[in-house]
């Protein structure tokens, strides 16, 4: 009878062991390469330009640059912040806006060079009221708004990558205002 039980304490150790084996081989090569690692700095520039739709009712031409800097708190989990130039062109005068944002944003590594980095933004611009975004409780040129962004990363080379995805915008105020728009990014890690 003891034999039996020294024979099964054993196999499920055995079992044990190789399970967790396997788990750690699978963690080490989910996608995205080494990318999402804590401690990690990832210097990235977002940007977008093309012909958009607002719920103000006509087209315009845009042009959205936001270089930034993210670190990466816990496993695939971010903070970051970025600097934002914004101009619209359309009839009339084309309005110019800079600003800083603050972002949370959760990587998914979906296979060893692809994954997804949905953000959650929020920034304050100063300049040209865009789209027109305006806050009436903020001063005329000072504009708040809310955006999610969720690229599909590119991982090209350990440490470098390039993607895009859709972008949606809220402005804050009296009227909330909508922009979407597909925007790019380009970035580098370590």
Do not use: C
């Not at 005068?93 to 296979?111: C, E, H, K, Q, S």
């Not at 915008?169 to 380009?186: C, I």
């Amino acid at each position: 009878m003891n034999a039996n039980k020294w024979q099964t304490l054993a196999a499920v150790a055995g079992l044990m062991v190789s399970v967790t084996a396997g788990a750690q081989e699978t963690t080490a090569s989910t996608g995205g390469g080494s990318f999402g690692n804590v401690g990690q700095l990832v210097i990235s520039t977002d940007a977008s330009g093309s012909l958009g739709y607002t719920t103000q009712g006509s087209g315009a031409g845009f042009i959205f640059l936001e270089p930034g800097a993210d670190y990466f708190i816990k496993q695939n989990l971010s903070v970051g912040s970025g600097l934002q130039l914004r101009a619209i062109f359309s009839e009339g005068d084309d309005p110019v806006a800079f600003g800083l944002n603050a972002r949370i944003g959760y990587n998914i590594p979906l296979t060893d060079k692809v994954s997804v980095w949905p953000k959650g933004i929020i920034s304050l611009q100063l300049g040209d009221s865009l789209l027109p975004f305006a806050n009436q409780a903020l001063p005329a040129d000072v504009t708040v708004i809310l955006e999610g962004y969720a690229p599909f990363l590119f991982h090209v080379t350990d440490h470098f990558f390039v993607g895009g995805g859709p972008r949606l915008a809220f402005g804050l105020g009296d009227d909330v205002e909508v922009a979407f728009s597909v925007a790019t990014t380009l970035g580098g890690y370590f």
